[in-house]
């Protein structure tokens, strides 16, 4: 059974960072992409960033561009770690951030699945981010 354990997140300050952790595990897989995507109060969700396991390649929403950063663990090769650095904090970016994981390993398919989120294999339960100034 795939689990993907999301931490981090809580309350940080506008203009401040912090920093989201994923695990997968449960499944080795040939090829995957994981990433983020967020749901604000009242919102849709959306897609935040991705990263393709083997390429290494990632997707960012414009707004986060040259704030966010995803990164990999590949060390393991039957645990999958990713990263979201967030830097530079907006009250917009207030949100339940989701970790996700695609096992047709494109992080720009991940980016343009429509709806956001649509066909990716296997969730996390989410959890919250609060910018607060």
């Known amino acids: 059974q795939v689990q993907l354990i999301e931490s981090g997140g809580g309350l940080a300050q506008v203009g401040g960072s912090t920093k989201l952790t994923c695990t997968a595990f449960g499944q080795t897989f040939s090829r995957l992409a994981m990433g983020w995507f967020r749901q604000a109060p009242g919102k849709e969700r959306e897609f935040v960033a991705a990263?393709?396991?083997?390429?290494?390649?990632?997707?960012?929403?414009d707004s986060v561009k040259n704030r966010f950063t995803i990164s990999r663990d590949t060390a393991n090769n039957t645990v999958y770690t990713v990263f979201l650095q967030m830097d530079n904090l907006r009250p917009e970016d207030t949100a339940v951030y989701y970790c996700?994981?695609?096992?047709?390993?494109?992080?720009?398919?991940?980016?343009?699945?429509?709806?956001?989120?649509?066909?990716?294999?296997?969730w996390g339960k989410g959890t919250l981010v609060t910018v607060s100034s």
């Open positions: 990263v393709g396991w083997s390429d290494g390649k990632t997707d960012y929403l």
């Open positions: 996700a994981l695609d096992t047709l390993g494109n992080a720009r398919a991940m980016g343009i699945s429509y709806p956001p989120g649509h066909g990716m294999d296997f």
